[in-house]
């Protein structure tokens, strides 16, 4: 059974740091691309960034790149979002994926997600 468990999220002022984690089992880690995604209050889910299953190639979408780091480690089954100089506009719940940047919203066994508040 495919499980992702995020975890990280928090309250945070603007120009602040945080990082997530996704800690995946139940299946073959190492052989999937993986994706972070959010959903901002009361809208849909929407893509922020992915890596390859080896993490050779990353992607991020325009509005965090530069600002966003993917990473994982395939030896702890662990994917990484680190997210520096955050924008209230990044309050959103974040999920992560066994899906490359093409493929993510095919996607449906979702976690629980963590929720990242960007706030004053």
């Known amino acids: 059974e495919v499980q992702l468990v995020e975890s990280g999220g928090g309250l945070v002022q603007p120009g602040g740091s945080l990082t997530l984690s996704c800690a995946a089992s139940?299946?073959?880690?190492?052989?999937?691309?993986m994706s972070w995604v959010r959903q901002p209050p009361g809208k849909g889910l929407e893509w922020v960034s992915s890596i390859s299953s080896v993490g050779g190639d990353t992607a991020y979408a325009s509005s965090v790149k530069g600002r966003f780091t993917i990473s994982r480690d395939n030896y702890r089954n662990t994917g990484y979002l680190q997210m520096n100089s955050l924008k209230p506009e990044d309050t959103a719940v974040y999920y992560c994926?066994?899906?490359?940047?093409?493929?993510?919203?095919?996607?449906?066994?979702w976690g629980q997600g963590t929720q990242v508040t960007v706030s004053s």
């Open positions: 139940g299946f073959a880690f190492n052989n999937y691309a």
């Open positions: 994926a066994p899906r490359g940047r093409l493929n993510w919203s095919s996607f449906g066994s």
